[in-house]
């Protein structure tokens, strides 16, 4: 997993369909990651992909 700029890309070699080797998690709010005692994010995001479209929420801790 790898957080850059708003947009998290996630390897799923195990899910590889149709030479699309990830999904695109996209947050629907910017600013969201907090920076306390260690680093946190969470929120609502998009999700795209090869035949994948939907919603979600993530928490990040410690990346």
């Known amino acids: 997993?790898?957080?850059?700029?708003?947009?998290?890309?996630?390897?799923?070699?195990?899910?590889?369909?149709?030479?699309?080797?990830?999904?695109?998690?996209?947050?629907?709010?910017?600013?969201?990651e907090h920076q306390l005692q260690f680093v946190y994010w969470e929120g609502t995001v998009k999700v795209l992909g090869d035949n994948t479209k939907g919603n979600g929420y993530v928490e990040l801790v410690g990346y």
């Not at 195990?14 to 999904?23: A, I, L, R, T």
Request: hydrophobic share 30%; no cysteine; proline share 6%.
């Open 1 to 32: 997993m790898v957080y850059t700029e708003n947009r998290l890309k996630i390897d799923h070699h195990s899910f590889h369909e149709k030479g699309n080797p990830y999904h695109l998690v996209i947050p629907k709010i910017n600013n969201q």
